[in-house]
């Protein structure tokens, strides 16, 4: 260990996390910037289909889209206002934006390098984005005739000038600036021409060939018809990213009102990050900037394609050939055996379903099956995203419509959602479903719901408690564990936690479950600290944990401290990881991997050795709505739940994590520098793949066995004998 790294080591119990320990940690919005890098990467896997990569590569343009209207809009603001506080790697906003905007730059250069390739392997695969010499005169006549029918109409021509100024331009809008003069004028003229969003990005030329043409291509075909009798001196495309944080004022006396103010604001926010073609002429950049009050704006020049994000139009392509082989979601056999009864299913035993393995329906049908059974009395949900799918809000209005009491906690703060879940919360009320917004300071994270059912001249009570929304869309492409039970205690505290929601009343004594902002990040420290005490004991100590991120100092410490005490420690980490491993002294014993691949791993599951070596039935073995962020522990009502019954156990920590930790097919493994490296199977390993494995293997729920579609017992998981 470097003098540096044991002096914090030594000091960890006595410092802060913020302390002057920079080189413990990575910067978060860095490792966000790494995370979306990978997914950059999956666009150049020729593993996958052409249409697939396709994806990634959009995915990874609207995912840095968002990163600029939160995250760097965040620092943006915090550095106008002469905020000059350090985050836990030592750099002040200044010195984050700075670092940010160089690798953002980057990224971006990779995307249209990316996208370069990919528009020539797409070409030859007859999915052709064309270039406007690429046009011919017969396609021309008809791009011309939908001009004229149909664009045309649609575009507003505005000059800029004195007595026309320059007009708003909306968030993530796309816009085409040119300079014209007509002989008989001594000066040019200005002309903005702000693209609808209403209108197609790409134009599909008729026939069966796959032939696209991007609408300002379209456009700048037809500047003489715009624009009669003048001709273009010079031009460029330019692309708005704006500030779309809401902050909320603890001051405020109506949350409803104030998110519907706010969302309005939202649009109107500051420009954050102004992408311009390269070859736009200085002046009209100039005017640009200006007109967008953008001097303090992160600008970058493209040689490409602006707006990455839309690509994503061109993968509904019919082309199933360059897509993934569908995959259908199984309904969970349990169920199944109980002709659908969820409740006599559930009442039997626990269960845990894999999504999106296992379909969603599931959870719809517990819900609804919870509307429509006359001997249930009340239910009480949850919803952080809800998406567009009606479908779990068609079930808690029908309940409430006959007669039931259902109580829904609606998360106005649930970013780009608030609009919807607005709408949602309206039609539930007018049903008669009792809604609340939980709390001002906090956002209600918890997936959980619980039914009250009249059972033999008494109440039971069902929970689901989930790691993933209540989101129909997002479960078929998002892995999550649903658990199920009708267990008394978890009932209990199931309960307890929503009366917190609803009435401020703060729970004593839960007895199975931890949750923030209570004491999530403290139980989590004591089962670290457990690990501790056996390694130091000489007994087998093991931490095995997935999340979507890791950026709480005070658990990387505590982390630091167990690998340092011998404790093994291993992550599997999607996105942000701000813990350093593999430094001698101080995290050699803590691996950290992501992955990356066709579905986007979700699940919160954290297993801890409790004196025997892991995989084992002694394990404690825990699901939770929460990462390991301060956010997590401090600004949201969350939960972790342990796991007792062995069925449900085994599942969770021989199937799940097993698989998770064995992949070697779409892994990433971090580096002590901060660098990935991508993993692949050595001469003597054996190719697997986490998302293949479990669709050709399903895991049955309830079993704690997976079944192959023959019905055979499906490849045993091997961990290798390092991890035990």
């Not at 052409?50 to 990874?60: G, Q, V, Y």
């Not at 990919?118 to 070409?123: F, H, V, W």
Request: aromatic fraction near 8%; charged fraction near 25%.
């Amino acid at each position: 260990m470097n003098a540096h790294a044991a002096k914090a080591a030594n000091d960890a119990d006595a410092a802060g996390p913020a302390d002057a320990r920079p080189s413990l940690y990575f910067n978060r919005e860095l490792s966000w910037l790494a995370f979306n890098r990978r997914v950059l990467e999956e666009a150049t896997n020729e593993a996958h289909p052409l249409l697939e990569r396709l994806r990634f590569l959009s995915i990874s343009g609207n995912n840095l889209d968002e990163f600029f209207m939160v995250r760097v809009a965040g620092l943006k603001g915090q550095q106008l206002a002469g905020i000059e506080e350090a985050s836990d790697d030592g750099l002040n906003p200044s010195q984050q934006l700075a670092a940010i905007a160089a690798e953002a730059d980057a990224l971006t250069a990779s995307q249209q390098q990316v996208w370069a390739a990919l528009r020539e392997k797409l070409r030859e695969a007859g999915v052709a984005v064309l270039s406007n010499d690429e046009i011919s005169d017969a396609e021309d006549e008809w791009l011309e005739r939908q001009f004229d029918d149909h664009i045309s109409r649609v575009l507003t021509p505005q000059a800029i000038d004195p007595a026309h100024p320059f007009p708003f331009i909306p968030n993530k809008s796309f816009s085409l600036i040119f300079d014209l003069k007509r002989p008989s004028d001594d000066e040019p003229i200005r002309e903005l021409l702000m693209i609808p969003p209403t209108l197609p990005r790409f134009l599909r030329l008729p026939g069966e060939a796959a032939r696209y043409v991007p609408i300002e291509t379209l456009i700048r075909r037809q500047i003489a018809k715009l624009f009669p009798g003048y001709t273009l001196l010079g031009g460029g495309a330019f692309r708005v990213i704006r500030d779309s944080d809401i902050e909320i004022e603890e001051e405020a006396e109506d949350l409803v009102r104030y998110y519907r103010t706010a969302l309005k604001r939202r649009r109107r926010g500051r420009v954050i990050r102004l992408k311009l073609e390269a070859d736009i002429p200085d002046d009209l950049e100039a005017l640009v900037r200006e007109g967008l009050n953008a001097s303090d704006a992160l600008v970058f020049e493209s040689t490409g394609f602006l707006g990455i994000a839309d690509l994503s139009l061109l993968v509904d392509e019919d082309r199933p050939d360059l897509k993934f082989t569908p995959f259908s979601p199984r309904f969970p056999e349990r169920i199944r055996e109980y002709d659908g009864d969820c409740f006599a299913a559930i009442r039997a035993k626990d269960i845990v379903v894999h999504h999106p393995y296992e379909s969603f329906d599931v959870v719809l049908a517990f819900l609804q099956q919870a509307a429509a059974d006359p001997d249930v009395l009340a239910i009480k949900q949850t919803l952080y995203r809800a998406g567009k799918q009606s479908a779990v809000i068609n079930a808690l209005i029908a309940a409430a419509e006959a007669g039931k009491s259902v109580t829904a906690v609606v998360e106005l703060k649930a970013r780009f959602d608030e609009e919807q879940n607005l709408m949602w919360a309206s039609a539930l009320e007018r049903a008669g479903v009792q809604v609340v917004y939980g709390f001002i300071e906090w956002k209600t994270h918890a997936k959980m719901s619980m039914v009250v059912r009249r059972e033999e001249g008494a109440y039971r009570t069902y929970c689901h408690l989930g790691t993933g929304n209540y989101h129909p869309v997002t479960a078929r492409i998002y892995t999550d564990l649903s658990f199920f039970t009708a267990d008394p205690r978890v009932s209990s505290d199931v309960a307890d936690i929503f009366n917190y929601i609803t009435g401020y009343i703060e729970p004593r004594g839960l007895e199975l479950i931890s949750m923030s902002p209570l004491n999530m990040r403290e139980q989590l420290a004591a089962l670290i600290d457990r690990e501790i005490e056996n390694a130091r004991a000489g007994r087998e100590a093991g931490i095995w944990a997935k999340m979507n991120s890791l950026v709480d100092a005070q658990i990387i410490d505590k982390l630091y401290e167990a690998s340092q005490a011998g404790v093994d420690v291993d992550l599997v980490i999607r996105g942000i990881c701000c813990l350093r491993p593999g430094v001698p002294g101080l995290s050699e014993n803590i691996s950290v991997k992501s992955i990356v691949g066709r579905f986007l791993e979700h699940s919160r599951i954290w297993c801890f050795g409790n004196g025997d070596a892991l995989p084992n039935r002694e394990a404690k073995v825990l699901i939770s709505s929460a990462d390991w962020m301060p956010r997590n522990f401090d600004r949201r009502v969350e939960y972790a739940l342990p796991i007792g019954n062995d069925t449900v156990h085994a599942q969770i920590l021989d199937q799940v994590m097993v698989a998770n930790i064995i992949d070697n097919e779409q892994s990433w493994r971090l580096n002590a520098d901060g660098s990935y490296t991508r993993l692949t199977p050595g001469p003597d390993e054996k190719p697997f793949n986490l998302h293949q494995y479990f669709m050709t293997n399903p895991s049955l729920s309830g079993r704690g066995a997976a079944l192959g579609s023959s019905g055979a017992t499906p490849t045993k998981l091997t961990i290798p004998r390092h991890l035990l």
